[in-house]
């Protein structure tokens, strides 16, 4: 360990400090390149001038699309210290999803992978109709190299000059998430609420100087990038971006990087536990794990630590509008315990439960988690009405879950927040899908639920009532959903009903679908 910490307030300050207080330690490896925190600190300073230099004013926003990669973190590092705003998209993400977030956002740039799982990220921002968007910037190659290279000295003293001037409480991203009703709400956040829950999270999972994180979660999500990559700067440790689950190819970069951190899905223990040829102690440098939000039996939390061979396994619960974090279970903690919560409050962020009328709940009474402390967001973008509604006026979040606490301030989410379920690691909002599929000609009417699954924790089941005369088939809405949104969130299977069952206002009861 070290006696020295990380004192910055902002993103980018981190980096400052990490570069003077570690220079020659390892920042981030990524295939063959192995970066420091010296050389991290020269990139995002570089990658702040080019963005002066192509015109990128203070509060502009910069969209960022692309796979877990060093290249993804100087880009969004060098959007913050030119006093930018980086708006992360999902590598999943169809046309349409990309233009609704960032015609949102009114980005004036976008950076995007030229090219991942066979998709031409930037050649699909480029054909968008966004007004707003002066300029689309490759990710890597070339075209990266030019924008690089147009960088002048005084754009290189105008971007040490914004760095200086950033402070604490100026916005650092906007996060799109999906909600069950209306469309998909930007979550404005700010350095110092990031950076200080960065620090907490790591206090919270025993995270320190010189560990070294295996990132499979996503740097678009507030997982791989505020308690992913932020925290290994702010902390000292080493980031090991990893763009897709890839069983072999993780398990021999576990090994060969000695990574001691490796959160993920439950899917990514079940390919590893899956794996014939996984030799022993292959995962023996990994002492830590976190499973997120999914449901998951305890036999799994037994079977990543007796199989596996990881000591400590961990579970939270956080959300968008509150960096991602807000509980997390205990080093040391039983199976059980894992299973049945998700943790209590880390330390700077206090959770209640609360009824209607917002009176706190005797322990072990169930009622709305709420959720207050650095964490929580400043707002929604241009949605003061939806803020207002979302946390009160003493500070207090309203998750929209349901669960109960019990004598020592564990909580239980019983009840998915407005009926939103994991696939594989993603959060999969029914209303958002149901909107897209009641555009197929021949719906009339659609329930969106999530089904069991075994491998990716549950999957999308689309109920449909058909237009009069027309038909529906399985395989052609299962394809036509596939042209259209997120491949986690296409349905898997299709039920094709006469109606469904509503209130009397034609609200659908889902609990009354067959299952």
């Given at each position: 360990?070290?006696?020295?910490?990380?004192?910055?307030?902002?993103?980018?300050?981190?980096?400052?400090?990490?570069?003077?207080?570690?220079?020659?330690?390892?920042?981030?490896?990524?295939?063959?390149?192995?970066m420091?925190?010296?050389?991290?600190?020269?990139?995002?300073?570089?990658?702040?001038?080019?963005?002066?230099?192509?015109?990128?004013?203070?509060?502009?926003?910069?969209?960022l699309?692309?796979?877990?990669?060093?290249?993804?973190?100087?880009?969004?590092?060098?959007?913050?210290a030119?006093?930018?705003?980086?708006?992360?998209?999902?590598?999943?993400?169809?046309?349409?999803?990309?233009?609704?977030?960032?015609?949102?956002?009114?980005?004036?740039?976008?950076?995007?992978a030229?090219?991942?799982?066979?998709?031409?990220?930037?050649?699909i921002?480029?054909?968008?109709?966004?007004?707003?968007?002066?300029?689309?910037?490759?990710?890597?190659?070339?075209?990266?190299?030019?924008?690089?290279?147009?960088?002048?000295?005084?754009?290189?003293?105008?971007?040490?000059?914004?760095?200086?001037?950033?402070?604490?409480?100026?916005?650092?991203?906007?996060?799109?998430?999906?909600?069950?009703?209306?469309e998909?709400?930007?979550?404005?956040?700010?350095?110092?609420?990031?950076?200080?829950?960065?620090r907490?999270?790591?206090?919270?999972?025993?995270f320190?100087?010189?560990?070294?994180?295996?990132?499979?979660?996503?740097?678009?999500?507030?997982?791989?990038?505020?308690?992913?990559?932020?925290?290994?700067?702010?902390?000292?440790?080493?980031?090991?971006?990893?763009?897709?689950?890839?069983?072999?190819?993780?398990l021999?970069?576990?090994?060969?990087?000695?990574?001691?951190?490796?959160?993920?899905?439950?899917?990514?223990?079940?390919?590893?536990?899956?794996?014939?040829?996984?030799?022993?102690?292959a995962?023996?440098?990994?002492?830590?794990?976190?499973?997120?939000?999914?449901?998951?039996?305890?036999?799994?939390?037994?079977?990543?630590?007796?199989?596996?061979?990881?000591?400590?396994?961990?579970?939270?619960?956080?959300?968008?509008?509150?960096?991602?974090?807000?509980?997390?279970?205990?080093?040391?903690?039983?199976?059980?315990?894992?299973?049945?919560?998700?943790?209590?409050?880390?330390?700077?962020?206090?959770?209640?439960?609360?009824?209607?009328?917002?009176?706190?709940?005797?322990?072990g009474?169930?009622?709305?988690?709420m959720?207050?402390?650095?964490?929580?967001?400043?707002?929604?973008?241009?949605?003061?009405?939806?803020?207002?509604?979302?946390?009160?006026?003493?500070?207090?979040?309203?998750?929209?879950?349901?669960?109960?606490?019990?004598?020592?301030?564990?909580?239980?989410?019983?009840?998915?927040?407005?009926?939103?379920?994991?696939?594989?690691?993603?959060?999969?909002?029914?209303?958002?899908?149901?909107?897209?599929?009641?555009?197929?000609?021949?719906?009339?009417?659609?329930?969106?639920?999530?089904?069991?699954?075994?491998?990716?924790?549950?999957?999308?089941?689309?109920?449909?009532?058909?237009?009069?005369?027309?038909?529906?088939?399985?395989?052609?809405?299962?394809?036509?959903?596939?042209?259209?949104?997120?491949?986690?969130?296409?349905?898997?299977?299709?039920?094709?009903?006469?109606?469904?069952?509503?209130?009397?206002?034609?609200?659908?009861?889902?609990?009354?679908?067959?299952?």
């Amino acid at each position: 360990m070290t006696a020295e910490t990380t004192t910055a307030l902002t993103i980018p300050g981190l980096v400052t400090d990490a570069a003077r207080l570690w220079p020659d330690d390892v920042a981030t490896v990524d295939g063959d390149l192995r970066m420091t925190f010296a050389e991290l600190e020269e990139a995002m300073l570089a990658t702040a001038a080019a963005f002066i230099a192509a015109g990128l004013r203070p509060g502009e926003r910069v969209g960022l699309w692309g796979p877990n990669s060093a290249a993804w973190m100087i880009a969004c590092l060098g959007i913050q210290a030119a006093q930018g705003v980086m708006v992360p998209l999902n590598t999943r993400f169809k046309g349409a999803e990309v233009q609704y977030a960032l015609g949102k956002a009114k980005a004036a740039m976008a950076v995007a992978a030229p090219e991942f799982l066979d998709v031409r990220h930037a050649d699909i921002v480029r054909g968008l109709d966004l007004p707003d968007l002066r300029r689309t910037i490759d990710l890597t190659g070339p075209d990266w190299q030019a924008f690089l290279a147009a960088a002048r000295p005084e754009h290189r003293d105008e971007a040490q000059a914004r760095l200086a001037a950033l402070k604490p409480e100026d916005v650092c991203d906007i996060m799109f998430t999906s909600g069950t009703t209306g469309e998909p709400k930007g979550v404005l956040s700010a350095h110092g609420q990031t950076v200080k829950t960065a620090r907490l999270w790591a206090k919270a999972t025993s995270f320190g100087y010189r560990d070294r994180f295996l990132l499979l979660w996503p740097y678009f999500h507030s997982a791989g990038y505020k308690a992913g990559w932020v925290v290994c700067i702010a902390l000292g440790g080493t980031s090991l971006p990893q763009a897709v689950l890839d069983g072999p190819d993780l398990l021999a970069r576990v090994e060969r990087e000695k990574a001691t951190f490796m959160p993920g899905p439950p899917t990514l223990f079940q390919t590893l536990l899956a794996m014939p040829e996984r030799k022993p102690g292959a995962l023996d440098s990994v002492r830590v794990s976190v499973t997120g939000a999914a449901s998951v039996g305890s036999w799994l939390i037994e079977a990543i630590q007796n199989d596996l061979g990881v000591p400590i396994v961990l579970t939270g619960y956080g959300l968008t509008e509150c960096s991602g974090t807000a509980t997390m279970s205990s080093v040391g903690d039983p199976p059980e315990t894992i299973v049945n919560t998700a943790g209590k409050a880390i330390e700077g962020v206090e959770v209640e439960i609360m009824d209607d009328d917002l009176n706190v709940l005797p322990r072990g009474e169930s009622g709305e988690v709420m959720i207050r402390g650095i964490s929580v967001m400043i707002g929604y973008l241009d949605d003061p009405e939806a803020t207002a509604a979302t946390i009160t006026p003493d500070g207090w979040l309203h998750s929209g879950d349901i669960g109960f606490m019990d004598e020592q301030g564990y909580v239980a989410i019983t009840d998915r927040k407005k009926e939103m379920f994991i696939t594989g690691g993603f959060n999969v909002y029914p209303a958002e899908v149901e909107r897209m599929l009641i555009a197929h000609p021949a719906i009339f009417q659609v329930a969106v639920v999530g089904i069991p699954d075994e491998r990716m924790g549950e999957v999308c089941c689309a109920y449909v009532v058909p237009k009069q005369g027309m038909t529906i088939e399985e395989d052609e809405l299962i394809a036509w959903s596939r042209e259209r949104m997120a491949n986690y969130k296409v349905p898997r299977k299709v039920v094709v009903a006469d109606e469904l069952p509503t209130t009397p206002t034609g609200k659908v009861q889902k609990f009354k679908l067959p299952a």
